[in-house]
């Protein structure tokens, strides 16, 4: 019965044509199925919640940008500014409650010297939290093929 054919009294040939009605059938039982079982998954029990106080959620501390050019430009959040000026913000930022965070973002061809001093004057002003920023390109941290 699968392969049936056309009986014209010439040629044998089997039939082409792919026979869909079970497809249909099944299709028609699995609607019903959904379309009675859809309201379950919406159903919600009703509950009477009691009252209670908490404490407020600790508020993020911001973030200082502190990032550091090839020529040893120091930027606070892209502005620039000067070795100076750098650490009289770094102590008005240390006094803030909660503390920010510095995160320290320096060219790859920087001078080691300027990073140092840097950090050394966010630490002597005491800024505890710092982070250092990279870029993490994919393509570069393939291995060379040889």
Do not use: C
Request: glycine content about 4%; charged content about 15%; aromatic content about 6%.
């Amino acid at each position: 019965m699968a392969f049936g054919g056309f009986n014209d009294n010439k040629h044998q040939t089997p039939m082409a044509d792919i026979n869909v009605t079970p497809m249909v059938d099944v299709m028609l039982v699995l609607l019903v199925i959904f379309i009675i079982t859809a309201p379950l998954f919406t159903h919600a029990i009703k509950l009477d919640l009691p009252d209670a106080q908490s404490a407020p959620a600790p508020e993020k501390p911001e973030t200082i940008s502190l990032s550091i050019d090839a020529n040893g430009t120091v930027f606070w959040n892209n502005d620039p500014i000067q070795q100076q000026d750098l650490a009289a913000r770094l102590a008005l930022a240390a006094q803030q409650k909660p503390q920010p965070e510095v995160q320290l973002r320096a060219d790859k061809s920087t001078r080691y010297e300027v990073i140092a001093q840097v950090m050394s004057a966010a630490q002597t002003n005491g800024l505890t939290k710092m982070g250092f920023v990279t870029d993490a390109n994919p393509a570069q941290n393939q291995p060379r093929k040889q």
